[in-house]
């Protein structure tokens, strides 16, 4: 039994959001912890959360993987949008508080000039502040395609990252079409990249992976997500990802371009490829 799931609107709360998964046939589900375009967040309901970790225990889904937002840059140049940034980050592991155990998943960030290394400090230095009251929640580093200068295209920068915060509330989401798209070529040798993986990060750090087909091709660097079997990818290595044991337990999230529908079909095509 897998865990997969999808992105979900949290517009009705989190309990809403448990209630669609099952619909869908998903044990697992993603959501964004505010506007993900922008940096507004929903009036915080804690008797909504307490009532869907009570049915996500009772129904036995697996961990939920929360999406920090796409202006959440911790590394961009300016330091007053920076430190902005910092404290969006604490106000969201803040939140995670009140759904306890699950992961926080977030694009480490754009480095828009510095260069690389000044990047991965700066990131460094808001997840450890952030990460000091420690929250009971899991930070999921997103590795990326590594369009422009975005930070998390190789598996090395994950890695200084993750050294340089220390912490064991840090890991990795690998989303399959960024990998794909930075180069790391799981239709022909998913067992390499695996191995890659685990030799720079540790596959100790693989918390949860994004199930998303690539429009483009090994290495293009350009992050376009396609419904799952309809792009470069293809369904035979969906067909190796869902059955892979060091895979296994991680939640699987789609984040392909569907409505709920289309959703529930794929999840339904993941499952049937379930050996
Ligand atoms: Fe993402
Ligand atoms: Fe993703
Ligand atoms: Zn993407």
């Avoid at 998303?212 to 470069?232: F, Y």
Wanted: include cysteine; glycine fraction near 10%; hydrophobic fraction near 40%.
């Amino acid at each position: 039994m897998r865990y997969i799931g999808c992105h979900l609107s949290a517009s009705n709360g989190n309990l809403a959001m448990v209630r669609t998964a099952q619909e869908i046939g998903a044990n697992t589900f993603a959501f964004f912890t505010r506007n993900p375009r922008g940096s507004k967040a929903k009036a915080e309901d804690p008797a909504d959360c307490a009532a869907a970790m009570e049915e996500l225990k009772k129904l036995g889904f697996g961990k939920l993987v929360a999406h920090g937002a796409y202006t959440m840059n911790l590394c961009t140049a300016d330091p007053d949008a920076r430190k902005f940034a910092a404290g969006v980050l604490c106000d969201d592991l803040r939140r995670m508080a009140s759904l306890p155990g699950n992961f926080y998943n977030f694009h480490p960030g754009s480095h828009v000039g510095q260069g690389t290394e000044t990047g991965i400090s700066q990131i460094v230095d808001a997840l450890k502040k952030a990460l000091a009251p420690g929250y009971p929640v899991t930070v999921l580093l997103e590795a990326m395609a590594g369009k422009g200068s975005e930070i998390g295209g190789k598996f090395e920068e994950l890695k200084d990252i993750i050294e340089g915060v220390g912490s064991n509330q840090v890991g990795v989401c690998l989303d399959t079409c960024h990998i794909w798209d930075a180069g790391y070529d799981i239709v022909n040798d998913l067992d390499g990249v695996l191995q890659e993986f685990d030799r720079v990060v540790g596959l100790d750090k693989l918390c949860a992976l994004h199930l998303n087909d690539s429009k483009n091709p090994l290495a293009s660097h350009k992050d376009r997500h396609e419904c799952i079997g309809d792009g470069n990818l293809g369904l035979a290595t969906f067909e190796k990802i869902i059955n892979h044991p060091v895979l296994a337990g991680l939640p699987m999230i789609l984040e392909t371009p569907n409505e709920l529908p289309g959703y529930a079909r794929e999840i339904a095509l993941l499952r049937g490829l379930e050996k």
